[in-house]
């Protein structure tokens, strides 16, 4: 062994050594804590379904407002950007998709059955109709919900959403969710802390809110979750591309998209646009957050418009 391979060796070793040092230090087994407790802040409800136990929360009175969360998602990150948008008012519905906090991962999970779950929940709660929300991965759901059950929805409101745009096969969509390796609580934490600029090139700007890096935590009790929208759910609308008529929507439709968006990708949006009628809200820039624009009086105005629906 030459001494340049030597070196090279014991400099790999050290980085090994300082990342070891580093997971393990006292102000990340905090932080880590500190994100499960907050978790269990939140009035958490569960209900039975023929695919395993859901959890959701239910808060506030009003026209109800479903959410069908993005990836690294769950009931906290659901019903935060419910709250973010409505504050107190309506009656705001925020449930974990499968493999997310607190609901199961059924054996064969689909995009068909998460729907069914939605059903399954009104159904519990005793709505006749809601408006729901999809963000980002949870647009296939949710546009399977208003496929499958369209008396029972007020309005669809796409928020920075998945959406069927073209046809593709598995092998041409590449990469759908984050490799398995990084679904780690301190491999996450390791990586907001240290490169947020790959987060930032995600999420298509540098002015991503630090309470956004902290609700994706933890990891350990989304992660099946994650896998499930990486290996089905992101892929779905694509790869069984007719199983999305959704020229047969009648429901009032709001599409609100950024066209610098780098994962609800605004040329996927435009196609989603030709087959149906909808509203829209279009931002030139903001990324997937849409960061910088207020998007509340368009959604307020757009259910209250359609509540006698």
Known sequence: MN??????????????????????????????????????????KTFDTEFGKMSYVDEGSGEAVIISHGIFGGYDQGYSNLYNIFGGNYRKIAVSRFGYPGSALPDEPTPDKQAKVFLNLIDELKIDKVFLITASAGGTAGIKFVLNYPDRVKGLILLSSGVPSIPKTKKELGMSGPPKFILNDRLMLFSIRNFKGIFYSMFGSKNVPDEVFDIMLPVKPRKKGVIYDTEINNIDMAVNFNDYPVEKITVPILVINAKDDPMAKYEDTEYFLKRVKAETLIYPDGGHLIIGHDITEGIISFIERNSGE
């Open 3 to 44: 001494i340049s391979n030597l070196k090279y060796i014991i400099f790999i070793l050290i980085i090994i050594g300082g990342l070891i040092l580093y997971f393990s230090c006292t102000s990340y087994s905090k932080i880590i804590n500190e994100s499960y407790q907050q978790l269990e802040t939140y009035n958490v």
